[in-house]
């Protein structure tokens, strides 16, 4: 069974920091994509930021800007999401998922398995 643990989240001023990391069990991490989305509320799930397999290959969403890092650690099956310079529309339950293969998209159907999410709360 596939289970993805996020952590991380939590109360933070605006121009604050976070980092989420997503621990995955159950599948051999190294070989699969990963990726970050949130979603607050009345709004769509949003792409947030993803990685290839190797972690070579990044790729976030426009909104970053530069704010956020996506990375992995393929020895203790980890991938973090560093969060910089946080604004308050960051405000979002966060979600970590699993690829379908080692590539990354931006389409949130080509994830397979999701975590249960970690809110992320800024305030002004």
């Known amino acids: 069974q596939v289970q993805l643990v996020e952590s991380g989240g939590g109360l933070v001023q605006a121009g604050g920091s976070l980092r989420l990391s997503c621990t995955v069990s159950?599948?051999?991490?190294?070989?699969?994509?990963m990726g970050w989305f949130r979603q607050a509320p009345g709004k769509e799930r949003e792409f947030v930021a993803a990685?290839?397999?190797?972690?070579?290959?990044?790729y976030s969403g426009d909104f970053v800007k530069g704010r956020f890092t996506i990375s992995r650690d393929n020895a203790k099956n980890t991938v973090y999401l560093q969060m910089n310079s946080l604004k308050p529309e960051d405000t979002a339950v966060y979600y970590c998922a699993t690829g379908r293969g080692p590539s990354f998209t931006t389409w949130g159907a080509s994830y397979d398995y999701w975590g249960q999410g970690t809110q992320v709360t800024v305030s002004s």
């Open positions: 159950g599948r051999t991490f190294s070989k699969y994509a």
């Open positions: 990685i290839s397999w190797n972690g070579r290959t990044t």
